[in-house]
């Protein structure tokens, strides 16, 4: 679902607000674990009849990044490789990387759910700092990064796609993807955005090209914490196997193609 008739403004100390109209804001089905009322589109319930040019295939694409800043893994990437091949819920997965480069990425994402044709597309990211895994609620027109990419860009104040819309809501079930990954034991939580760095300008992009080309492609973003070995050095700072990282995606996965 596109968030119409919102605009990012800024406020003292630099961060970002979001000016909504209620109707848009309190319209946010299947927040609530109720994912027959989610919304895939603009307004556009599940299950309704859409206009696209092909049908999706019974497939998911996991993505993750590759290294960045001084980091020589990305916890992310190790993550869906090792899920790579595998069926969850009658779907075949198909896992890729891509680079940590603003545009780069996203027409990398795009690229691929135009090849690969995937029923469910669910990028993965690098959180540092976090004790969890992260399901990321909201896609945010905006590029405002506070370190460079792989290729030493570093936007401010951005728009990922000129006069798109403010925000998409992930078309994925959210807090059903937390519950499931909770069940298999694995530390999880809804996050209300993704960033505004490469993560968020990939999910933007999925999400903006499935709208546009009227797909009926599930979208969906999760951020993952660090390796134990990226901790090392990092006193205090939490960290997550890589085995337990793949455990919470599988299940998440799982329920996000529940019913398809």
């Given at each position: 679902m596109c968030i119409a008739g919102s605009f990012p403004a800024r406020i003292p100390?630099?961060?970002y607000f979001f000016l909504l109209r209620p109707v848009a804001l309190f319209r946010e089905a299947g927040q609530n674990g109720d994912s027959d009322q989610h919304l895939t589109g603009c307004g556009l319930p599940r299950g309704?009849?859409?206009?696209?040019?092909?049908?999706?295939?019974?497939?998911?694409?996991?993505?993750?990044?590759?290294?960045?800043?001084?980091?020589?893994?990305?916890?992310?990437?190790?993550?869906?490789?090792?899920?790579?091949?595998?069926?969850?819920?009658?779907?075949s997965v198909k896992a890729r990387e891509l680079p940590t480069v603003f545009s780069a990425a996203g027409d990398m994402i795009r690229g691929l759910i135009d090849d690969l044709q995937p029923a469910v597309v669910i990028s993965c990211g690098q959180a540092g700092g976090a004790h969890d895994i992260r399901i990321e609620r909201l896609a945010v027109n905006i590029r405002d990064a506070r370190r460079p990419d792989n290729a030493g860009n570093k936007p401010v104040d951005e728009e990922i796609a000129a006069g798109g819309p403010a925000a998409y809501w992930a078309s994925v079930p959210t807090k059903d993807m937390v519950r499931a990954a909770r069940e298999a034991q694995i530390p999880a939580r809804v996050?209300?955005?993704?960033?505004?760095?490469?993560?968020?300008?990939?999910?933007?992009?999925?999400?903006?090209?499935?709208?546009?080309?009227?797909?009926?492609?599930?979208v969906g973003f999760i951020h993952v914490p660090y390796l134990p070995e990226q901790v090392v050095e990092k006193a205090r700072t939490p960290s997550m196997s890589v085995q337990s990282i793949s455990a919470g995606l599988r299940a998440a996965v799982g329920a996000a193609v529940r019913g398809l």
């Open positions: 100390g630099g961060e309704a009849p859409v206009a696209r040019g092909r049908d999706v295939l019974r497939r998911v694409l996991l993505t993750g990044f590759d290294a960045f800043s001084k980091e020589t893994v990305n916890p992310s990437s190790q993550a869906v490789s090792r899920l790579a091949g595998e069926n969850i819920g009658g779907l996050s209300c955005t993704a960033g505004s760095y490469v993560c968020n300008d990939v999910f933007y992009a999925a999400c903006h090209h499935v709208q546009v080309n009227h797909l009926s492609t599930r």
